[in-house]
């Protein structure tokens, strides 16, 4: 069984750039999705970026594709997610998955994935 930890969240200013973690533990399979989500205070969990493990293809929210960024290092079986210009509408627990068998279609959906991190909490401050 797979386990995900995220690191790197933290305090920011607006304006600037964080980098988040997910590293696996366990195999990832070529089939393989991983997606990052995030979820704000007395809002629901909402999709932020996903790549396919093996075909490195990736999509983005509207609200984040010009900013942010997720790519994956496969020898260190760890994704990430580069965030730029952020706003204090960023402010939220991002949490990273596991989808064992995705489409393109589905990766955007939070039920689909089979496996969480714990979530690391990410502040921005005007």
């Known amino acids: 069984q797979v386990q995900l930890v995220e690191s790197g969240g933290g305090l920011v200013q607006a304006g600037t750039s964080l980098t988040l973690s997910c590293t696996a533990s366990?195999?990832?399979?070529?089939?393989?999705?991983i997606g990052w989500f995030r979820q704000a205070p007395t809002k629901d969990r909402e999709f932020v970026a996903a790549?396919?493990?093996?075909?490195?293809?990736?999509i983005y929210a509207d609200s984040v594709k010009d900013r942010f960024t997720i790519s994956r290092d496969a020898a260190a079986n760890t994704v990430y997610l580069q965030m730029n210009n952020l706003k204090s509408e960023d402010t939220a627990v991002y949490y990273c998955?596991?989808?064992?068998?995705?489409?393109?279609?589905?990766?955007?959906?939070?039920?689909?994935?089979?496996?969480w991190g714990q979530g690391t909490q990410v502040t921005i401050s005007d």
């Open positions: 998955a596991v989808d064992r068998s995705p489409t393109r279609a589905t990766m955007k959906i939070s039920s689909e994935y089979d496996i």
């Open positions: 366990g195999t990832i399979y070529a089939n393989d999705a």
């Open positions: 790549v396919r493990w093996r075909l490195n293809d990736k």
